[in-house]
């Protein structure tokens, strides 16, 4: 508080209290200053119970997520779905940057960050990746590139399988399952370096 505002509260408050003793008011005085501690108080509650709440709404809506995406990952990533046809894609994302025999790749030269869709057998989305070495990709649950193994285990729990590492030095922690989708998570250095989102059974 500054010296200026205290000085005007003071005199405000010596004010009040003046008027009251003139008027010989300390009853009526006594009586509105316990209505408006009790209206005070009043609002401390509601205020109180409106964030507790909101935190308590906010907490069950994060763990539903959490267990959706242990289940059967996510449905959609980066706006596309698993399953989704190729002019669907390019509706959605444009021309890609290049067609590979398997999949497309967006994103450009100078982006630190790439996204790749593969396609199945039959031209649909089989899965949605995000690799690279900067924060752009789309994040699961707070997780992105670079995030620590410790981060997504407090997040997400023990993977489904016991996560192992390849001979090219990589760690896969795959949450979901293969028939009703899954969310794959591939590390190096004890940090994500690429997102995957596979399609499943989603009936």
Same mark, same amino acid.
């Given at each position: 508080m500054s010296l200026g505002l205290g000085i005007l509260l003071a005199a405000l408050a010596a004010l009040i209290v003046w008027q009251v003793d003139k008027h010989g008011k300390w009853s009526a005085f006594r009586k509105a200053s316990t209505w408006l501690v009790l209206v005070l108080v009043a609002l401390v509650i509601a205020?109180?119970?409106y964030v507790w709440t909101n935190n308590f709404s906010s907490e069950r809506e994060r763990d539903a997520r959490v267990a959706e995406v242990r289940e059967r990952g996510v449905g959609e990533y980066w706006g596309l779905?698993?399953?989704?046809?190729?002019?669907?894609?390019?509706?959605?994302?444009?021309e890609p940057r290049r067609r590979g025999t398997i999949g497309w790749?967006?994103?450009?030269?100078?982006?630190? &960050?790439?996204?790749?869709? *593969?396609w199945s057998s039959d031209k649909r989305v089989e899965t949605i990746q995000c690799l690279g070495s900067g924060q752009g990709c789309e994040t699961i649950l707070g997780i992105a590139l670079g995030t620590p193994e410790s981060s997504i285990r407090s997040i997400l729990g023990e993977p489904r399988?016991?996560?192992?590492? *390849?001979?090219?030095? &990589?760690?896969?922690?795959?949450?979901?399952?293969?028939?009703r989708g899954q969310v794959v998570l591939i590390l190096q250095k004890d940090r994500v370096v690429q997102i995957v989102v596979a399609g499943g059974n989603r009936t």
């Open positions: 205020l109180g119970a779905r698993p399953g989704m046809s190729e002019g669907e894609v390019l509706y959605a994302k444009g790749e967006y994103g450009t030269e100078r982006e630190s &960050h790439t996204y790749m869709v *593969s399988k016991p996560a192992e590492i *390849s001979e090219d030095g &990589h760690k896969m922690m795959a949450y979901g399952s293969e028939q």
